[in-house]
């Protein structure tokens, strides 16, 4: 499964400060049963907006794991709460399958 949020940088913070701190959580946070791995990607034309994708095995081990974090953790998003808004999209079941044509083809 997929958990999906936007982050929105106040005035004065920078992407490459918010990647920091995601990185930082990203690897105690991955440690957990059935991560599956983070990605950030900056939104086109607007630099203080980025799109972040959680990937678990499923939604019971991302619940488990957010309800069981670290205190670092913690500790790193209380940190960054002053300087962004996080506004969730959504949990997104992957596919069963997906067909990935091959590139340039």
Excluded at 34 to 60: E, F, Q
Aim: no cysteine.
């Amino acid at each position: 499964m997929h958990f999906i949020f936007e982050v929105h940088l106040k005035p004065g913070y920078s992407a490459e400060q918010y990647a920091d701190a995601w990185v930082r959580a990203s690897r105690l946070i991955q440690r957990a049963p059935g991560a599956r791995g983070t990605r950030l990607y900056r939104k086109i034309g607007d630099p203080n907006v980025l799109l972040a994708i959680a990937t678990w095995d499923s939604k019971a081990q991302r619940d488990a794991r957010e309800g069981d974090l670290p205190q670092a953790v913690h500790d790193i998003i209380a940190a960054e709460a002053q300087f962004v808004d996080i506004r969730v999209v959504g949990e997104f079941e992957a596919p069963e399958w997906e067909v990935l044509p091959e590139p340039g083809s």
